[in-house]
């Protein structure tokens, strides 16, 4: 983004107290230099006295223009003749040069919340996202004259910004030491908050959290992606049961040897092994085998 040309700075103002005091006392006297001329019987006199009641009165009420009404959480960006003079963020009534315009800005923290996006992620698969993104004005300059309209540059440069996060990572990793949309939600969010930052900075926009609200597979390939979940799932499980079924038997083996409780040849620890592994990994109940001779017959 270009380097901003207006930067935020404090505009002369005054508290709006004394100078609405100093209005009304000046509409009052007008009148009363009016209503004092009429009175009057000398012509000269009178059209005098009525003509400087009339331009006190006008001198005072185009002064009271200069009166703002400042609520907190708002600031009033205010311009001489189209060039910048300055802000004014001091909530209450404040005073500053009649002829100047003062345009309303809201600072208060502020939500955007995206449609759901339907873009390929890293492998080239469909998937559907949405983000909300809190933020809020920081510098009223910049958001006034940097950009036309900030509300909508926020707005499509958060899209855009989650758009490219989505096509920079995968919605599920083949590699374990690879980020996802889905099993690295935090460090995703982080890097969109950077780059949404760095989007929205020439605005004079903060952000202030970044966060997905919606992540999923297009309707298209949804049912594809849960039979390969399933399945990775179905083997992650059989390989932690075969892990423990190993783990055991080696444990029973070695209890058997150490105390001497039977002594077993290669042959009758294989088909004890594959006993065991049976038992322990099966998906039903073992059926026992009662077996009234030997193992060799």
Not at 176 to 195: D, P, Q, Y
Request: glycine fraction near 8%; aromatic fraction near 6%; hydrophobic fraction near 50%.
């Amino acid at each position: 983004m270009p380097a901003p040309r207006v930067r935020e700075n404090p505009a002369h103002s005054i508290g709006g107290g004394l100078a609405l005091l100093l209005g009304l006392l000046g509409l009052v006297a007008g009148v009363a230099l009016i209503v004092l001329g009429a009175t009057l019987s000398s012509a000269g006199l009178k059209a005098a006295l009525i003509v400087i009641g009339v331009l006190l009165g006008i001198a005072a009420f185009f002064a009271m223009c200069g009166l703002n009404m400042v609520a907190p959480g708002e600031a009033r960006v205010v311009q001489l003749f189209g060039r910048y003079r300055g802000t004014i963020r001091t909530d209450g009534l404040r005073w500053v040069n009649p002829l100047t315009s003062r345009t309303k800005i809201s600072t208060r923290v502020r939500n955007h919340e995206t449609a759901v996006l339907k873009v390929n992620d890293a492998y080239g698969n469909p998937i559907e996202l949405a983000a909300v993104v809190v933020w809020k004005v920081e510098d009223t300059a910049q958001a006034m004259f940097e950009v036309d309209d900030f509300l909508e540059f926020v707005s499509t440069q958060t899209e855009a910004a989650v758009r490219h996060i989505a096509i920079e990572y995968p919605y599920d990793a083949h590699e374990e030491t690879g980020l996802s949309l889905r099993g690295n939600a935090e460090e995703i969010t982080e890097k969109l908050a950077v780059e949404l930052h760095a989007r929205v900075e020439a605005a004079g926009v903060h952000i202030i959290e970044s966060r997905f609200t919606h992540l999923a597979y297009a309707p298209e390939i949804a049912s594809a992606m849960l039979q390969r979940q399933q399945a990775g799932a179905v083997v992650a499980a059989r390989r932690l049961i075969v892990d423990g079924a190993v783990g055991m038997v080696e444990a029973a083996l070695t209890r058997l040897t150490e105390q001497d409780i039977v002594e077993l040849d290669s042959e009758r620890k294989a088909a004890m092994v594959s006993n065991l592994l049976v038992v322990l990994c099966g998906d039903r109940a073992a059926q026992p085998v009662v077996n009234t001779g030997t193992l060799y017959q």
